[in-house]
């Protein structure tokens, strides 16, 4: 069965320090992974994904995410956070083995930027 | 382009109470998912269509869940009866396919059961 881990519920970070919000999962196959971010009383919002080629993935608002194979891991950063960054960050996995191609997200991790 | 629509936005019922949320997905995707999301936790997958065909229901209670997507486009979500532990966010999702596309979310329907 796949698997994703956010080993931290809560990042703090000082505005214009850089930030990273971890994340590795568990996958049968070649993985597709995928970032979201969830303000508050709103639906998650796609950030980037990683489907093939370049390990280093960019995305949306300045956010960017490095595929690590051997160490099954797809951590999200950013140079600069803004405190406009502050919400609930998901990283989800979909396998590409076995057909069906479940997603599954991890449990999630708070990102608070200090001004 | 008009994103994914959920209704309703908050609902209340009490405990063996039935409950239904209505999603229409963005116009042209195919695929559509139903997620159930628990405060403090990480969205989890309950259903997931294909145009009107289910691809995957392994992580539905199905004695109580009930999922149905008519013509392949708008989708319906019942539980009957409720019970405490459904409080949480109804949340459906859509995609041009499967695999690698990236899901569209709707806003969710936060659901209190008393």
């Known amino acids: 069965a796949q698997s994703v881990a956010q080993p931290e519920d809560q990042v703090n970070v000082a505005e214009g320090n850089p930030l990273t919000v971890k994340c590795t999962y568990s996958v049968s196959g070649n993985p597709y992974l995928f970032w979201y971010v969830q303000y508050p009383n709103r639906g998650l919002q796609f950030l980037l994904k990683y489907i093939t080629g370049d390990n280093l993935v960019k995305g949306s608002y300045g956010f960017e995410a490095e595929f690590n194979k051997s160490q099954t891991s797809f951590h999200l950063k950013k140079p600069s956070a803004l405190v406009s960054d502050s919400a609930l960050y998901f990283c989800a996995v979909r396998g590409s083995s076995g057909g069906s191609y479940i997603p599954t997200f991890g449990r999630g991790t708070s990102l608070i930027v200090h001004p | 382009e008009a994103g994914v629509a959920q209704s309703p936005r908050y609902k209340i019922i009490e405990k063996r109470q039935s409950v239904a949320f209505w999603c229409n997905p963005i116009s042209g995707h195919a695929t559509l998912y139903w997620y159930q999301q628990i405060l403090g936790q990480g969205p989890k997958l309950l259903i997931q269509?294909?145009?009107?065909?289910?691809?995957?229901d392994s992580q539905l209670p199905k004695d109580r869940f009930s999922a149905e997507r008519l013509k392949g486009v708008d989708s319906t979500l019942k539980i009957q009866p409720a019970k405490l532990e459904d409080s949480a966010v109804y949340l459906c999702a859509s995609s041009l396919g499967l695999e690698a596309d990236t899901q569209y979310f709707g806003p969710g329907t936060r659901l209190t059961v008393l």
């Open positions: 269509f294909q145009n009107n065909g289910v691809v995957d």
